[in-house]
């Protein structure tokens, strides 16, 4: 289906990228990134225009990078400010830039029309600021499958019991219809399990003794932004469904940045009212949190490798299919616009050789 190329994706944690290049490929471009002397983030295309070895197999002199091919050597901006051997420069010897931004101590980086790029359009919720919560960023998770298959799993709770059945899941929620709502630019799905036992997750971590009231609510964010919202609370307490700030409440966030058509990561962290300051019960977190994701990747995997097989008919839709396919609707919907603004499909910018 191709890529939604005007939007923020994340390339990893603003701690991973430093004054050294570092290769990053997102929905099929290659990107070289760097800090510069100031700390400045900086993405180019990872192609020098000259004989397109990769710049990530060059060097930093200075703020600027130096291919390692003949020595072009290109600003943060992409601009050709020496080739060796010669005072001229050609007028088309500059390499193709991305905005960046950094947030919460992740980056992104918008990879359609730079002119398009506003800063105010990146994924935000309140509790990323809010005082009572704990900001931990957790992995990434390299799955060998297409994206759309790695975000419709993001907006489907009916998964976890069966997937997920001793870390975030049971057979208590096994028949708990799943409640869809997409009139909104957020895609989401929920239910709740009332009166049931605890999750392994919540067994380790919310310290009940009975049975408790679980929600999930899965918040997808176009292109392929997720949100987790699960927690538990004692069933005595007959908690409303706009009250799970009074429970042991977790955010789980994922940003699924599509590599190419066949690999996605998943940058997870997660944010909780819960164990604030603790970063021991942060490491076990991740332990169990990594446990359950691994059980995705190997379910997405299995997938992938499945639909590259001749297929002999279409697969069967369920009631629980309406969020995806609204997903992959809107997704055509946005791939197909930007297609007809720019009269034809999107590709990355093609540079002529100059001798």
């Known amino acids: 289906m191709g890529f939604v190329r005007n939007s923020w994706y994340v390339a990893g944690w603003s701690t991973e990228f430093a004054h050294s290049v570092q290769p990053v490929e997102i ?60 005072d001229n420069t050609p007028k088309s010897a500059n390499v193709p830039s991305f905005p960046v931004e950094e947030r919460h101590g992740v980056v992104w980086v918008w990879m359609g029309d730079p002119a398009a790029a506003d800063p105010a359009a990146i994924f935000d919720i309140p509790e990323l600021s809010q005082d009572g919560w704990h900001l931990h960023h957790g992995g990434h998770l390299h799955i060998e499958a297409h994206y759309l298959n790695v975000a419709e799993n993001l907006v489907d709770p009916a998964h976890v019991s069966f997937v997920h059945p001793t870390t975030l899941g049971n057979a208590s929620s096994e028949d708990i219809p799943v409640h869809v709502s997409t009139s909104g630019s957020i895609i989401r799905a929920w239910r709740w399990i009332r009166d049931a036992p605890p999750v392994g997750f919540f067994q ?109 008919r279409r697969p069967v839709r369920i009631a629980i299919d309406k969020g995806p396919n609204v997903y992959r609707k809107r997704i055509r919907e946005l791939i197909e616009a930007e297609a007809v603004e720019d009269l034809g499909e999107p590709v990355a910018p093609v540079f002529v050789q100059h001798d």
């Open 204 to 312: 380790a971590f919310g310290g009940f003794d009975g049975n408790v009231d679980r929600w999930h609510y899965y918040d997808l964010h176009l292109p392929s932004t997720a949100v987790i919202d699960f927690g538990s609370i004692d069933t005595s307490e007959n908690c409303p469904e706009d009250e799970r700030h009074r429970g042991v409440r977790v955010f789980a966030l994922h940003f699924v940045t599509p590599v190419n058509e066949n690999e996605t990561i998943d940058h997870w962290m997660h944010l909780r009212n819960t164990a604030v300051g603790d970063e021991a019960a942060s490491a076990r977190m991740d332990a169990l949190l990594a446990a359950a994701f691994q059980e995705d990747k190997d379910i997405l995997e299995a997938i992938h490798i499945a639909e590259q097989r001749p297929q002999t």
């Open 27 to 86: 929905v099929g471009i290659p990107l070289v990134m760097f800090r510069d002397s100031r700390g400045a983030l900086h993405a180019l295309e990872d192609r020098c225009p000259h004989r397109l070895l990769p710049l990530s197999k060059g060097k930093l002199v200075g703020d600027a990078i130096q291919c390692g091919y003949h020595g072009m050597t290109f600003d943060g901006f992409g601009t050709c400010v020496r080739v060796p051997g010669q």
